[in-house]
T-cell receptor, first 114, second 114 residues
Framework: EAGVTQFPSHSVIEKGQTVTLRCDPISGHDNLYWYRRVMGKEIKFLLH????????ESGMPNNRFLAERTGGTYSTLKVQPAELEDSGVYFC????????????FGPGTRLTVT | AQKVTQAQTEISVVEKEDVTLDCVYE???????LFWYKQPPSGELVFLIR??????QNEISGRYSWNFQKSTSSFNFTITASQVVDSAVYFC???????????FGKGTRLHILP
């Protein structure tokens, strides 16, 4: 079974540009989460999808961040326009819709805004 | 509010020594889950363990063991006979219920010296 995959693994962009991160959850996992770790700080929750619906987006930092999950499969996280403080590692996790399910994390996307 | 504190930012030990990573948590929920994740140099987050708040039994898995004490709100992680491959950043984490966001500590970077 393939794990959670994220693309790209690393992105370097200039301040003001737009970047789109993609997450492919484990097949069949209804729950999809985005987290990020900015330099030196803890990993923080951004939002949670159940299928295509946003269950909890309380962690989204501001309206420069837009997450979508069309069709309830893969998800994208767009940052527009990117700022220096957006630099960090963005993790995606997925979980099956079962009581025993764990959140399985992807390898992360390292975003560098210069 | 929920919070996870990992007071040890960085630890270095010589191979084969035992090492304990400390974790203290705060939550007002009576039902919650505690986790440990490992982040090796390759960057992915690897799930190690999940405990629920009603199960205070210590757990051992090979060289790894976990000590959960509700009285002190601690969930410490011990590696016995450490190996170089154990070098990684270790995150302690908390969630109020299985479907909720995970709150991470800042992580402890562990160096195992040959």
């Amino acid at each position: 079974e393939a794990g959670v995959t994220q693309f790209p693994s690393h992105s370097v962009i200039e301040k003001g540009q737009t970047v789109t991160l993609r997450c492919d959850p484990i097949s069949g996992h209804d729950n999809l989460y985005w987290y990020r770790r900015v330099m030196g700080k803890e990993i923080k929750f951004l939002l949670h999808f159940v299928k295509e619906s946003k269950q909890d987006e309380s962690g989204m930092p501001n309206n420069r961040f837009l997450a979508e999950r069309t069709g309830g499969t893969y998800s994208t996280l767009k940052v527009q326009p990117a700022e220096l403080e957006d630099s960090g590692v963005y993790f995606c996790a997925s979980r099956p819709d079962s009581f025993l399910g764990e959140q399985y994390f992807g390898p992360g996307t390292r975003l560098t805004v210069t | 509010a929920q919070k996870v504190t990992q007071a040890q930012t960085e630890i270095s030990v010589v191979e084969k020594e035992d090492v304990t990573l400390d974790c203290v948590y705060e939550t007002r929920d009576t039902t919650y889950y505690l986790f440990w994740y490992k982040q090796p140099p390759s960057g992915e987050l690897v799930f190690l363990i999940r405990r629920n708040s009603f199960d205070e039994q210590n757990e051992i898995s090979g060289r790894y063991s976990w000590n959960f004490q509700k009285s002190t709100s601690s969930f410490n992680f011990t590696i016995t006979a450490s190996q170089v491959v154990d070098s990684a950043v270790y995150f302690c984490a908390l969630s109020a219920n299985r479907d909720d966001k995970i709150i991470f500590g800042k992580g402890t970077r562990l160096h195992i010296l040959p």
